[in-house]
């Protein structure tokens, strides 16, 4: 059965670093862009970053320059590795996982759908 698992959350105070993890089964990792997103409680789900097959990155402005995302397909996993939160970082976050497509000869990030792989989510908390 294709699942997606996240792991990595909890509590952290602010300025410090988490990294989360989304462990694919059931697919071939490789042929996947690997998307997070986020929710913070009584907001929308709203994207953070994206890795494509070929390792495009994108990245939404909140985020550039402190959240890393990296993939390793060997172990089937992607990873969100969070520097310097803030308490604007609270919020659950979610790996979602989409067949990539090619432009130009190049793979880059897709527009996620809500009919792609999600995982279940995993809580994070920026608090002192």
């Known amino acids: 059965q294709l699942r997606l698992v996240e792991s990595g959350g909890g509590l952290v105070q602010p300025g410090g670093s988490l990294t989360l993890s989304c462990v694919a089964s059931?697919?071939?990792?490789?042929?996947?862009?690997v998307g997070w997103f986020r929710q913070a409680p009584g907001k929308g789900r709203e994207m953070v970053s994206c890795?494509?097959?070929?390792?495009?990155?994108d990245y939404v402005d909140f985020v550039k320059g402190r959240f890393t995302v990296s993939r390793d397909n060997s172990k089937s996993t992607a990873y969100l590795q969070m520097n310097s939160v803030n308490a604007d970082d609270t919020a659950t976050y979610y790996c979602?996982?989409?067949?990539?497509?090619?432009?130009?000869?190049?793979?880059?990030?897709?527009?996620?759908?809500?009919?792609?792989?999600w995982g279940q989510g995993t809580q994070v908390i920026v608090s002192s």
């Open positions: 979602v996982a989409a067949r990539n497509t090619a432009t130009h000869g190049a793979y880059f990030c897709p527009d996620f759908r809500d009919d792609d792989y």
């Open positions: 059931g697919l071939t990792l490789d042929y996947y862009a």
């Open positions: 890795i494509s097959s070929s390792d495009s990155t």
